[in-house]
């Protein structure tokens, strides 16, 4: 078990488009789990590998309250397939944007093809929060973040927030090993 750094916005990783995955490798099976660890422990219900610094196409994403009934996804190079019609508000939090809520509306329903961790192709169709949840995970994996659904207005007052958030944080030591 391994809990990795969350980046949070304004960050220029988070703005970059990821680079599809070529083969699921050992390396990339470890990350995958250190990343389902590391949204529990937040805790969060999804999490994108350029959050942790990593600019591949990998989500996971555990929508399900209570352990017994876990359920994890690790998507390897996601795709839309469909998206239904219907869309649906949801009430966005993220990660990478702490304390900031705002309402999205994305399709209600999506269909997503992706590589599971042995590498074989899956289809998934997702609704309510697991669909926003999805979508919200593909999103960074194209540099974009909830705030970029909302009006400039609201998006700069959100990333003005953080950016005094940030300067009060302890300075992140950057190449440090342990
Ligand atoms: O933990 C999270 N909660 C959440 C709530 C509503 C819509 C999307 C999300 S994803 C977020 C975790 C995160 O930042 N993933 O990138
Ligand atoms: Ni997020």
Not at 10 to 29: A, G, I, N, S
Not at 41 to 54: E, N, S
Not at 87 to 116: H, I, N
Request: negative net charge.
């Amino acid at each position: 078990m391994a809990l990795l750094p969350i980046i949070v916005a304004p960050d220029p990783r988070l703005k970059l488009t990821c680079e599809p995955v070529t083969e699921v490798t050992d390396e990339l099976r470890q990350l995958m789990d250190d990343m389902l660890d590391t949204m529990y422990d937040a805790p969060g219900i999804g999490l994108a590998a350029p959050q942790v610094g990593v600019t591949k196409r990998i989500i996971v994403v555990d929508v399900t309250k209570n352990e017994d009934e876990h359920h994890p996804y690790q998507m390897v190079n996601p795709e839309i397939k469909w998206r239904s019609e219907e869309l649906l508000d949801y009430e966005e939090g993220c990660l990478s944007l702490p304390e900031q809520y705002a309402q999205v509306t994305r399709p209600e329903k999506v269909r997503v093809r992706y590589l599971d961790r042995d590498g074989n192709s899956q289809e998934v169709e997702a609704s309510d929060i697991l669909a926003t949840c999805i979508q919200h995970e593909m999103d960074h994996l194209d540099g974009v973040l909830f705030v970029d659904h909302l009006s400039k207005l609201r998006r700069d007052l959100i990333l003005r927030k953080l950016k005094k958030y940030k300067a009060q944080l302890p300075p992140v030591k950057v190449g440090a090993h342990g």
